[in-house]
């Protein structure tokens, strides 16, 4: 009998053994097991023993690219070995993304993964319940591996009331507004780009691609990418939510951004330079990005937020490896902004929260995934040569210029044409740069809720014209503000000056 019961024993244990081996060793499902790297052919040493398969929603920003379902059958394949899921990607172009997400908001769209950022109704949405708080998820094996990964100021300034409802993209932490443009047509017309240093020296370059260059759009403008990348204006939160202050200043004065003379000197300018033809007329309805507008060919210049290499990185989105270049016109700032400037958030209609955290997690862990995802399959979207990627013919069949919003883009490889030390230059990008005193402060709409979903249709009612100059601002700004005033403007303007006082109070 005893012996019988050593043999039993030692049997169990022998197959106990190899079934945790064949398990990948990681029950949890975190999809990294020691691994976070992901292996040189694509597998990861996480594996997803122990986990139901389901099948996870996201939706970001971008164009539908080409060869999207041959490199979703990629994704979908580690995803499966991984945390044994799958993943549908859901793209709307840029100039439809927040009308198309407050109806899936407003539906109670089932969805597991949301973009969103500052500028994209961060506050605003979450003051309608639509992202969950983060608060256990972070706690998890997932959630502490993103923790331990980002610089403590990214959740921490992308805090609301105390909590997260999104994981901010690990990225450069500060901000310089300015322009990118086209060398080749500047040679070929033999400009002077150096005399260039705010915007104020923009209109003689302008007026000479107009008149030499009747085909080519001198300026692409379109609400949020105008001449506000030039202001340094720190919205405390949301940038949807009236109330602003200067990054580069240290006034802790909350005020509408009317109430700045730079506001009413930029809404001019746009207007003089819409009038010249020097601006797209479309430019209030046009759903293109600025990246897309590029890969069109027929633009000269953009107003851009910058960052080192950021025309390097646009040039090998949009197909025009070393002919763009940028010029900084703005202070380096760092600001709540920054860190709350690209994240993804769960949707509070998810049936997978913890699912989806774990995808969140490969995206800022796995490299072959984040890469997988942001360029395509190596061998036909790109080639590689160690961390140096170069274009193939199939390049722009899948090219989502999205390495910004999705992880950790420190995993990124760099293109050829990119400087090889990218990454420490965006480590030395974030020393010096003044910082906002409202970094850490996010605003919570949740007292004025109903004031601001009033304000913000007034701001989709005017903003866009008055911004890409369409229209005279001494017409139609007093009537903006007439109108924003009847909608709560200064109950939320003192709402949002109370909370801040007391942040810095408390700081």
């Given at each position: 009998?005893?012996?019988?019961?050593?043999?039993?024993?030692?049997?169990?244990?022998?197959?106990?053994?190899?079934?945790?081996?064949?398990?990948?060793?990681?029950?949890?499902?975190?999809?990294?097991?020691?691994?976070?790297?992901?292996?040189?052919?694509?597998?990861?040493?996480?594996?997803?023993?122990?986990?139901?398969?389901?099948?996870?929603?996201?939706?970001?920003?971008?164009?539908?690219?080409?060869?999207?379902?041959e490199v979703m059958g990629k994704i979908n394949e580690h995803l499966k070995e991984t945390i044994n899921a799958s993943l549908d990607l859901q793209l709307i172009e840029w100039g439809q993304w927040d009308e198309k997400v407050n109806l899936m908001i407003a539906s109670r769209e089932p969805m597991d993964i949301f973009f969103t950022a500052q500028w994209s109704n961060y506050?605003?949405?979450?003051?309608?319940?639509?992202?969950?708080?983060?608060?256990?998820?972070?706690?998890?094996?997932?959630?502490?591996?993103?923790?331990?990964?980002?610089?403590?100021?990214?959740?921490?300034?992308?805090?609301?009331?105390?909590?997260?409802?999104?994981?901010?993209?690990?990225?450069?932490?500060?901000?310089?507004?300015?322009?990118?443009?086209?060398?080749?047509?500047?040679?070929?017309?033999?400009?002077?780009?150096?005399?260039?240093?705010?915007?104020?020296?923009?209109?003689?370059?302008?007026?000479?691609?107009?008149?030499?260059?009747?085909?080519?759009?001198?300026?692409?403008?379109?609400?949020?990418?105008?001449?506000?990348?030039?202001?340094?204006?720190?919205?405390?939160?949301?940038?949807?939510?009236?109330?602003?202050?200067?990054?580069?200043?240290?006034?802790?004065?909350?005020?509408?951004?009317?109430?700045?003379?730079?506001?009413?000197?930029?809404?001019?300018?746009?207007?003089?330079?819409?009038?010249?033809?020097?601006?797209?007329?479309?430019?209030?309805?046009?759903?293109?990005?600025?990246?897309?507008?590029?890969?069109?060919?027929?633009?000269?210049?953009?107003?851009?937020?910058?960052?080192?290499?950021?025309?390097?990185?646009?040039?090998?989105?949009?197909?025009?490896?070393?002919?763009?270049?940028?010029?900084?016109?703005?202070?380096?700032?760092?600001?709540?902004?920054?860190?709350?400037?690209?994240?993804?958030?769960?949707?509070?209609?998810?049936?997978?929260?913890?699912?989806?955290?774990?995808?969140?997690?490969?995206?800022?862990?796995?490299?072959?995934?984040?890469?997988?995802?942001?360029?395509?399959?190596?061998?036909?979207?790109?080639?590689?040569?160690?961390?140096?990627?170069?274009?193939?013919?199939?390049?722009?069949?899948?090219?989502?210029?999205?390495?910004?919003?999705?992880?950790?883009?420190?995993?990124?490889?760099?293109?050829?044409?990119?400087?090889?030390?990218?990454?420490?230059?965006?480590?030395?990008?974030?020393?010096?740069?003044?910082?906002?005193?409202?970094?850490?402060?996010?605003?919570?709409?949740?007292?004025?809720?109903?004031?601001?979903?009033?304000?913000?249709?007034?701001?989709?009612?005017?903003?866009?014209?008055?911004?890409?100059?369409?229209?005279?601002?001494?017409?139609?700004?007093?009537?903006?503000?007439?109108?924003?005033?009847?909608?709560?403007?200064?109950?939320?303007?003192?709402?949002?000056?109370?909370?801040?006082?007391?942040?810095?109070?408390?700081?």
């Amino acid at each position: 009998m005893k012996k019988s019961m050593l043999s039993l024993f030692i049997l169990v244990l022998a197959m106990s053994m190899v079934l945790a081996a064949c398990g990948g060793g990681n029950s949890t499902g975190s999809g990294n097991g020691g691994n976070t790297q992901g292996s040189e052919d694509g597998t990861n040493g996480g594996g997803s023993s122990g986990l139901d398969f389901v099948e996870l929603a996201m939706v970001m920003p971008g164009n539908k690219q080409k060869d999207h379902d041959e490199v979703m059958g990629k994704i979908n394949e580690h995803l499966k070995e991984t945390i044994n899921a799958s993943l549908d990607l859901q793209l709307i172009e840029w100039g439809q993304w927040d009308e198309k997400v407050n109806l899936m908001i407003a539906s109670r769209e089932p969805m597991d993964i949301f973009f969103t950022a500052q500028w994209s109704n961060y506050s605003v949405n979450v003051s309608k319940g639509a992202f969950m708080d983060l608060g256990e998820l972070l706690q998890t094996d997932a959630g502490q591996e993103i923790v331990n990964s980002l610089d403590p100021a990214f959740l921490e300034g992308s805090k609301i009331n105390g909590k997260n409802y999104a994981v901010p993209t690990n990225k450069e932490l500060a901000f310089q507004g300015g322009i990118v443009y086209r060398t080749d047509i500047a040679e070929d017309l033999g400009l002077d780009m150096s005399t260039v240093q705010t915007v104020d020296d923009l209109e003689p370059i302008l007026k000479t691609v107009k008149e030499q260059m009747p085909e080519i759009i001198p300026l692409f403008v379109r609400e949020g990418d105008g001449m506000t990348h030039l202001a340094n204006y720190d919205f405390l939160g949301d940038g949807n939510v009236p109330g602003v202050i200067l990054k580069d200043q240290d006034d802790t004065t909350v005020k509408p951004q009317h109430e700045f003379d730079i506001y009413n000197k930029h809404l001019k300018l746009a207007r003089e330079f819409f009038l010249a033809g020097y601006i797209n007329q479309d430019a209030t309805t046009t759903t293109l990005s600025t990246q897309d507008a590029l890969k069109a060919g027929n633009v000269f210049m953009t107003f851009q937020p910058l960052k080192p290499g950021k025309d390097a990185e646009l040039a090998s989105a949009t197909g025009l490896t070393g002919k763009l270049k940028q010029i900084e016109m703005t202070e380096r700032t760092i600001a709540t902004s920054e860190t709350a400037g690209s994240m993804l958030a769960i949707s509070s209609t998810s049936e997978n929260p913890e699912r989806a955290m774990m995808f969140i997690n490969l995206l800022h862990t796995d490299k072959y995934l984040n890469n997988l995802l942001n360029f395509g399959i190596e061998g036909k979207h790109y080639s590689r040569d160690g961390e140096v990627i170069s274009p193939t013919e199939s390049t722009n069949d899948y090219n989502l210029g999205a390495a910004w919003m999705l992880g950790n883009q420190f995993l990124n490889y760099v293109w050829d044409s990119e400087d090889p030390q990218k990454w420490e230059e965006f480590k030395k990008f974030n020393e010096g740069a003044k910082v906002s005193p409202g970094l850490g402060f996010t605003f919570n709409s949740e007292p004025v809720k109903n004031e601001i979903a009033a304000l913000v249709n007034v701001k989709k009612e005017y903003n866009p014209a008055l911004e890409t100059g369409a229209v005279d601002p001494d017409e139609v700004l007093p009537r903006y503000i007439d109108k924003l005033k009847a909608s709560g403007l200064d109950k939320v303007i003192e709402e949002k000056q109370r909370q801040f006082d007391e942040f810095l109070a408390n700081k």
